[in-house]
């Protein structure tokens, strides 16, 4: 069975700090695919990256970051300079590339980012 | 513009009553699926579907019933046997391989 922890249930940090969201991932497949997702107040979750099981290289895009480590079982999230911008839920899921898989995800429970000015 | 969207945002349920959220996209995507999300337990798969005509139970799938008769439309009817349906849900959809899956916007469902 697969399953997607995030360690944070909230974090709170002030504008322009460093923040880091944990995700650590449990499968028995060699082939997965993991994914990050916003979801801003106003509910509908937001795709910002995918990364295929083979593809350990770390990925920046503007203020994000990723860190993916298959040694560990790890896909941690940075954001850079923190917005009060970036305050919403943010989502780390898993697919397996089995054939039963049918594209289900497995999402971690969410961490809470606030960013206060 | 391409997107899924979810109708209605915020819907009441009385004791009883049987309601249906509605899901629609115009992303031509082959697969479609329901969310239910708590707080603090993250997103639940409820039901999914591949392709029109065939749908698949997902983890919490009792007290729920889904068609898919159209590849764009996906319709939840959340029945009286649904204990406690107050939540959030989530309808997406993606196309198939292991892409990244789109979301609509939520219905909130309270029960009053």
């Known amino acids: 069975a697969q399953k997607v922890t995030q360690a944070q249930t909230e974090i709170s940090v002030v504008e322009k700090e460093d923040v880091t969201l944990d995700c650590v991932y449990e499968?028995?497949?060699?082939?997965?695919?993991l994914f990050w997702y916003k979801q801003p107040p106003s509910g509908e979750l937001v795709f910002l990256i995918r990364?295929?099981?083979?593809?350990?290289q770390n990925e920046i895009s503007g203020r994000y970051s990723w860190n993916f480590q298959k040694s560990t079982s790890s896909f941690n999230f940075t954001i850079t300079a923190s917005q009060v911008v970036d305050s919403a839920v943010y989502f780390c899921?898993?697919?397996?590339?089995?054939?039963?898989?049918?594209?289900?995800?497995?999402f971690g429970q969410g961490t809470i980012l606030t960013v206060h000015p | 513009d391409g997107g899924i969207t979810q109708s209605p945002k915020y819907l009441f349920r009385k004791e009883g009553q049987n309601v249906t959220l509605s899901c629609e996209q115009n992303?031509?995507?082959?697969?479609m699926y329901w969310y239910r999300q708590d707080p603090g337990q993250g997103l639940r798969l409820i039901y999914y579907?591949?392709?029109?005509?065939?749908?698949q139970k997902g983890d919490i799938a009792e007290g729920y019933s889904v068609s898919r008769e159209k590849k764009e439309s996906f319709p939840l009817t959340v029945t009286s046997a649904q204990k406690n349906p107050t939540a959030f849900y989530l309808c997406?959809?993606?196309?198939?391989?292991?892409?990244?899956?789109?979301f609509g916007q939520g219905t909130r469902l309270t029960v009053v």
């Open positions: 579907s591949q392709i029109v005509n065939d749908f």
């Open positions: 499968t028995r497949d060699t082939t997965y695919y």
């Open positions: 997406a959809s993606r196309r198939t391989g292991n892409t990244e899956a789109f």
């Open positions: 899921a898993l697919i397996d590339a089995g054939g039963t898989s049918y594209g289900k995800l497995t």
């Open positions: 990364r295929n099981s083979f593809d350990e």
């Open positions: 992303l031509n995507h082959d697969a």
